[in-house]
């Protein structure tokens, strides 16, 4: 199994920047693909950014330009620099872990803000 630990998240104002950090532990060889989901209020969990261990990279549209993932796999972690910050960037964000088996572990979910 992989456990995922997230930190990272807060309040900020339109504009500004956040980083968010995903250190993964336990089966760290099984995983294939690390990445970022969003869940907002009354809308349905979409995907962020993911990186694969090849270091293939998807982005959302709508965070394209202003989003970047990266890894540092001497640490087991993921990162998401998220700058220029939107209103509609609000969300929990959840890092997420799959394994070339598809099986998918989550982390526990960090609140991110933007707000005036």
């Known amino acids: 199994q992989v456990q995922l630990v997230e930190s990272g998240g807060g309040l900020v104002q339109p504009g500004e920047s956040l980083r968010l950090s995903c250190a993964a532990s336990?089966?760290?060889?099984?995983?294939?693909?690390m990445g970022w989901y969003r869940q907002a209020p009354w809308k349905q969990s979409e995907l962020v950014a993911t990186?694969?261990?090849?270091?293939?990279?998807n982005y959302a549209d709508s965070v394209k330009g202003r989003f970047t993932i990266s890894s540092d796999n001497a640490k087991n972690t993921v990162y998401l620099q998220m700058n220029s910050l939107k209103p509609e960037d609000k969300a929990v964000y959840y890092c997420?872990?799959?394994?070339?088996?598809?099986?998918?572990?989550w982390g526990q979910g960090t609140q991110i803000t933007v707000s005036t």
């Open positions: 336990g089966s760290i060889v099984s995983i294939n693909r």
């Open positions: 997420n872990a799959q394994a070339l088996s598809q099986y998918d572990s």
């Open positions: 990186i694969t261990r090849a270091l293939n990279i």
